[in-house]
């Protein structure tokens, strides 16, 4: 069997996604990896066959998305790019919400699987944010059109969306707590971020950022590159955890029973839905950074309560349904 696997490039989540299946998806056949979006982090020996800008998230330093920046990263080169997939040569597609490869089975009448977090929203059981979005909802339901869904999620809220893809290395990890916080919050910039751990000197952090090159210390923080190995194992070691409204990284968390902040990106419907599934389960989250952020992070870490994530499905069990429900 030849697979096509595409990944969208925004964030980190997606990669890292895919890393973890390729060993399981490559015993059903060859599997070959496109990725669309222009700000990821991770670097990644998967075999990677081609590339395109697509259609990527950018923030502002203070959180919030930069709407002017994302609109003038859009180029019509996506659909010739699109075009240019050769799509038909494999015998299944598998898109994780690739807006690029989505349009080229479009094209091409070929039937695909949206795997993933986003396809989960095709369910209405999903939990969303308090607020709606109209835009955010269409964007997660009609971005990526699929022939199949297959979603993935903090629990099976419906059929079809299984628990979280967690890494191998957190399943087989004996969690131990040397007393730091682990920070990943990739839409606040270090110079705003930086004052509000600053003001908590009892505190040892270590911040995950893309502004960061090599590792520095600066009186209560450690800043470090982003890198997929080294954030598991700041968790590993972690008393808790501090970072957005995404999904793979409080499901990593909560599966070590480590103390989870979410900060969900502003106005960010997907994020803010994920933060509504989050308080659902007991997790605490806040909207933003602010003035009332030593306050809320004092109660938090002094009194707050770890939420232990049990998986009841395998990341095996999840490939072999991937693969034998859907072609």
Same mark, same amino acid.
């Given at each position: 069997?030849?697979?096509?696997?595409?990944?969208?490039?925004?964030?980190?989540?997606?990669?890292?996604?895919?890393?973890?299946?390729?060993?399981?998806?490559?015993?059903?056949?060859? $599997?070959? &990896?496109?990725?669309?979006? %222009?700000?990821?982090?991770? #670097? @990644?020996?998967?075999?990677?066959? /081609?590339?395109?800008? +697509?259609?990527?998230?950018?923030?502002?330093?203070?959180?919030?998305?930069?709407?002017?920046?994302?609109?003038?990263?859009?180029?019509?080169?996506?659909?010739?790019?699109?075009?240019?997939?050769?799509?038909?040569?494999?015998?299944?597609?598998?898109?994780?919400?690739?807006?690029?490869?989505?349009?080229?089975?479009?094209?091409?009448?070929?039937?695909? $699987?949206? &795997?993933?977090?986003?396809? %989960?929203?095709?369910?209405? #059981? @999903?939990?969303?944010?308090?607020? /709606?979005?109209?835009? +955010?909802?269409?964007?997660?339901?009609?971005?990526?059109?699929?022939?199949?869904?297959?979603?993935?999620?903090?629990?099976?809220?419906?059929?079809?969306?299984?628990?979280?893809?967690?890494?191998?290395?957190?399943?087989?990890?004996?969690?131990?707590?040397?007393?730091?916080?682990?920070?990943?919050?990739?839409?606040?910039?270090?110079?705003?971020?930086?004052?509000?751990?600053?003001?908590?000197?009892?505190?040892?952090?270590?911040?995950?950022?893309?502004?960061?090159?090599?590792?520095?210390?600066?009186?209560?923080?450690?800043?470090?590159?982003?890198?997929?190995?080294?954030?598991?194992?700041?968790?590993?070691?972690?008393?808790?955890?501090?970072?957005?409204?995404?999904?793979?990284?409080?499901?990593?968390?909560?599966?070590?029973?480590?103390?989870?902040?979410?900060?969900?990106?502003?106005?960010?419907?997907?994020?803010?839905?994920?933060?509504?599934?989050?308080?659902?389960?007991?997790?605490?989250?806040?909207?933003?950074?602010?003035?009332?952020?030593?306050?809320?992070?004092?109660?938090?870490?002094?009194?707050?309560?770890?939420?232990?994530?049990?998986?009841?499905?395998?990341?095996?069990?999840?490939?072999?349904?991937?693969?034998?429900?859907?072609?």
């Amino acid at each position: 069997m030849k697979i096509l696997y595409a990944v969208q490039g925004t964030g980190n989540g997606h990669i890292s996604r895919a890393i973890q299946l390729y060993p399981f998806l490559k015993t059903y056949g060859n $599997v070959d &990896f496109y990725v669309s979006g %222009s700000n990821l982090d991770l #670097k @990644t020996d998967l075999p990677i066959i /081609g590339r395109s800008k +697509g259609i990527s998230l950018f923030y502002k330093a203070s959180g919030g998305l930069d709407y002017l920046k994302i609109i003038k990263s859009f180029s019509f080169s996506i659909f010739v790019d699109a075009y240019k997939l050769p799509v038909n040569k494999y015998d299944l597609v598998i898109n994780d919400f690739d807006f690029v490869t989505s349009l080229a089975c479009l094209f091409r009448n070929k039937k695909s $699987v949206q &795997f993933g977090h986003q396809a %989960s929203f095709q369910s209405a #059981k @999903t939990p969303r944010a308090k607020k /709606g979005n109209m835009i +955010g909802e269409f964007i997660l339901k009609h971005f990526v059109k699929s022939s199949h869904y297959l979603g993935l999620h903090f629990k099976s809220y419906d059929k079809g969306v299984f628990n979280p893809i967690i890494k191998q290395e957190i399943i087989d990890a004996v969690p131990i707590d040397d007393g730091h916080i682990s920070v990943y919050l990739p839409h606040y910039a270090i110079a705003y971020l930086e004052p509000y751990l600053l003001a908590h000197p009892k505190h040892h952090f270590e911040v995950f950022s893309a502004e960061v090159k090599l590792i520095r210390n600066f009186k209560n923080i450690v800043y470090f590159p982003i890198s997929n190995s080294g954030f598991t194992k700041s968790m590993i070691r972690s008393h808790a955890v501090v970072t957005g409204g995404g999904f793979e990284t409080p499901a990593e968390a909560m599966c070590m029973n480590k103390k989870v902040l979410s900060i969900p990106i502003s106005n960010h419907y997907e994020q803010l839905s994920n933060a509504a599934a989050l308080e659902q389960l007991g997790v605490k989250v806040i909207p933003k950074i602010d003035q009332n952020f030593k306050r809320v992070f004092t109660d938090w870490i002094e009194h707050g309560l770890p939420i232990k994530l049990e998986l009841q499905h395998s990341t095996k069990d999840i490939v072999d349904y991937l693969i034998t429900q859907t072609t």
